[in-house]
């Protein structure tokens, strides 16, 4: 199994290839969208590169869940999100970071929601996906 260092430098260089950015704008605590100016058709393409470069499969959903705040499911209304999908988060993003979904909870409006979604998050999904 990997060490936690060797996942980030494979994690680097995929999002390195997939976003254009420079390595050295790849930390643990970059934020995907904000930081990293991935957009939502790049999700896709960061799973289907981590799938070749770890040789895993990743089901859908299950890194990056955008179904979560489907119009129906009650996880969010008026663009806020409830505490019925801040539980899901827990639940669904348990390889994010616990503090950034606590401070989440503290300004629950959905386009916060991207910032749980780190390069840190992604090397322990892959962690516990090696493990």
């Not at 390195?16 to 969208?33: Q, W």
């Not at 981590?50 to 299950?62: A, C, M």
């Not at 955008?66 to 801040?86: C, H, P, Q, R, Y």
């Amino acid at each position: 199994m990997p060490s936690h260092d060797e996942i980030f430098e494979k994690v680097k260089e995929t999002l390195v290839d997939a976003l254009g950015v420079d390595d050295d704008e790849v930390t643990p605590t970059a934020r995907l969208k904000a930081d990293l100016g991935a957009e939502s058709i790049d999700f896709l393409d960061i799973v289907f590169r981590l799938e070749r470069n770890f040789g895993i499969k990743i089901p859908r959903n299950e890194l990056f869940p955008e179904s979560l705040f489907a119009a129906d499911s009650g996880f969010a209304e008026n663009g806020v999100v409830t505490e019925k999908g801040l539980n899901e988060l827990r639940i669904k993003l348990l390889h994010a970071d616990k503090a950034a979904i606590d401070k989440l909870a503290q300004n629950p409006k959905v386009e916060n929601v991207e910032d749980l979604f780190t390069v840190n998050m992604v090397v322990n999904f892959l962690a516990s996906k090696l493990s």
